[in-house]
């Protein structure tokens, strides 16, 4: 059974840092890309950042610059770090995975960013 967990949310200042970490499991998924959203109650889910299998990775406009994506292939680990946090990137991440046609997700890691 694959499985993402998630970790790393928390409560921050606007200016601040938060590493988000996403471990999966039941398979090795080192050639697979994997992707950030994030969703607020109520709003459409958006895309954040990408990694592909070979590292490529790919940003919303919205985080350009403050937001890195990276992977531990050894760990099987896909990481988010967030600098220079804005209120407005408040918000539930979501960790998924793609496997061909299918998608995996993990439940979802709290970020919240005061003013």
């Known amino acids: 059974q694959v499985q993402l967990v998630e970790s790393g949310g928390g409560l921050v200042q606007a200016g601040g840092s938060l590493r988000l970490s996403c471990a999966a499991s039941?398979?090795?998924?080192?050639?697979?890309?994997m992707d950030w959203y994030r969703q607020v109650p109520g709003k459409q889910r958006e895309w954040v950042a990408a990694?592909?299998?070979?590292?490529?990775?790919s940003y919303a406009d919205s985080v350009k610059g403050r937001f890195t994506i990276s992977r531990d292939n050894a760990k099987n680990t896909v990481y988010l770090q967030m600098n220079n946090l804005k209120p407005y990137d408040t918000s539930v991440y979501y960790c998924?995975?793609?496997?061909?046609?299918?998608?995996?997700w993990g439940q979802g890691t709290q970020v919240t960013v005061s003013s």
């Open positions: 990694i592909t299998g070979g590292g490529t990775t």
């Open positions: 039941g398979g090795t998924f080192v050639r697979n890309d």
């Open positions: 998924k995975l793609r496997v061909i046609w299918r998608e995996y």
